[in-house]
């Protein structure tokens, strides 16, 4: 910026409507008019997209399994912007060559390929965007076994528990 020069913010040139229109203009301080031909104006239309905290309208539920099988932890999260996903086991990030992250649209799921009993454990779904954060625990309880016979993949609903998502 040129000492010489002041660059100010005027009020808004249309404020009604959707998008307000709003001028800048440069002149130099001692000006005092505004309309002098040493002083340039620009003006540009501003939008504002409303941002809207993230919200889970489907929560993950408890799920029982056993040992060798898969297990599916399932949410479905709104927001705007869409929000970033992270998913959590007790308070560390979740990591593992076993786990498939899967996001469709506003559908997220956390795929465990062989459970065994030490992935027991309450696992945490964050959706965080612009507006905010929200997350929704579950708790998995692998049982022992070789999964063979019963199919037993069961989900065990219970109330999860509502607190503070990566963009797909």
């Known amino acids: 910026m040129h000492p010489a020069h002041e660059y100010a913010p005027r009020v808004p040139v249309s404020a009604c409507g959707p998008s307000p229109r709003w001028l800048c203009a440069a002149g130099h301080p001692l000006t005092a008019q505004s309309c002098l031909p040493e ?33 599916r932890f399932d949410c479905k999260i709104s927001g705007k912007p869409l929000p970033d996903v992270m998913w959590y086991k007790v308070s560390l990030r979740a990591r593992d060559s076993r786990l498939t ?7 997220c799921s956390l795929v465990l390929l062989g459970a065994v009993t030490h992935d027991s454990g309450v696992y945490t779904c964050t959706a965080r965007n612009l507006a905010g954060e929200v997350s929704c625990k579950a708790e998995l309880v692998v049982r022992a076994g070789d999964g063979a016979g019963t199919a037993e993949a069961a989900a065990v609903p219970t109330m999860p528990w509502l607190g503070a998502r990566a963009a797909p």
């Open 101 to 107: 992250f899967v996001y469709e649209d506003s559908e």
């Open 39 to 71: 002083e340039l104006t620009c003006s540009a239309r501003l939008t504002v997209h409303p941002s809207i905290q993230p919200l889970f309208t489907r929560k993950l539920e408890d799920l029982l399994v056993m040992e060798g099988r898969t297990a």
